[in-house]
């Protein structure tokens, strides 16, 4: 019989077909690659980020700085927050003469100062976290051998502000009502001795401006930023920003008005911080979603520009 073996050899059909399923295979492992990913960060954001490194001499202030823009490994802001769910913490919260602040009942828990932070005799209240902020502040002054500082102004309600702006008609000092950071009780305006001097060109004024940071105030109107601020020279005005933020704008020079359109600028800013690496992330919500990372510490701030802005760290 005669038997015809079946030929070994392949059809060109066939490898056009197998060179037709591997393309097809390779083109769908790397789209669910691809796809995941894109899951892992948060879609159309992040693209690369400031990554900074900084070192620290032995008293803590930053003695140099490396800034790259580079791609990083994002922790993955997966968690979806509605703004209506957040806790507005408010310390980057932009208050001034074209944002004012929308709710004019103050949400946040204040605290009155303790007697000897205060020798005006009026009754002064601030938020709670930037009273004990202040407390360390008025401590650590006390042990650099500046005893007489006193806060003169904190929280001011809606009614307090709109007094305070019709006695002081004209002042460039005083904002409207609604545009006064004073009205979340984050900010502070820092005398010493009995008040009459304007802080101007004092060494009190220059110790605060040098210390308040690491307690995580700002001097908010500096003297070179009136056409940014909108406000003259302050020297007795500090804001409460936390420690990461009023360091971060320190070394960058940056008042709060050019720091948050720094983060709007930027996808998202790490940053190591006293042995911490942190996150910082502006995000405009969408549908009212913002987004937050899983299992992390975070906090959320609105910038009071329809932005949000989230602070993360490990
Ligand atoms: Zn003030």
């Known amino acids: 019989m005669i038997y015809k073996r079946k030929s070994n050899r392949i059809k060109p059909v066939s490898i056009l077909f197998i060179i037709s399923m591997l393309v097809l295979f390779l083109a769908g492992t790397i789209y669910l690659i691809s796809s995941n990913e894109e899951n892992y960060m948060m879609p159309d954001r992040i693209r690369g980020a400031v990554v900074e490194a900084s070192r620290f001499s032995s008293h803590g202030r930053i003695n140099e700085m490396s800034s790259v823009a580079a791609p990083i490994a994002i922790p993955p802001f997966t968690r979806e927050m509605h703004i209506a769910e957040i806790t507005d913490t408010q310390y980057l919260k932009l208050v001034n003469r074209d944002l004012a602040i929308t709710n004019h009942t103050c949400h946040t828990r204040l605290t009155t100062v303790w007697p000897d932070m205060n020798v005006s005799g009026v009754n002064v209240k601030l938020h709670e976290t930037a009273f004990y902020a202040m407390g360390e502040l008025f401590a650590h002054a006390q042990s650099s051998g500046i005893n007489d500082l006193f806060i003169a102004s904190g929280y001011r309600s809606h009614e307090d502000q709109s007094r305070l702006y019709v006695n002081m008609a004209n002042s460039d000092y005083v904002m409207p009502p609604g545009h006064s950071e004073h009205q979340i009780g984050l ?55 936390g420690r990461l933020h009023a360091w971060y704008m320190g070394i960058h020079s940056f008042v709060l008005e050019e720091y948050i359109e720094y983060l709007k600028e930027n996808d998202v800013i790490r940053t190591e911080f006293d042995g911490n690496i942190y996150y910082i992330l502006y995000q405009t919500p969408h549908d009212g979603i913002i987004f937050v990372p899983e299992n992390m510490n975070f906090w959320v701030s609105s910038a009071n520009t329809g932005g949000y802005i989230v602070t993360t760290w490990r």
């Open 187 to 241: 900010a502070a305006d820092i005398l010493s001795g009995d008040g009459s001097s304007s802080m101007r060109g004092s060494a009190e004024a220059a110790w605060l401006r040098e210390n308040a940071p690491d307690f995580g105030f700002i001097l908010r109107y500096p003297e070179d930023r009136q056409h940014i601020t909108g406000v003259p020279y302050e020297p007795w005005h500090f804001r409460y920003v």
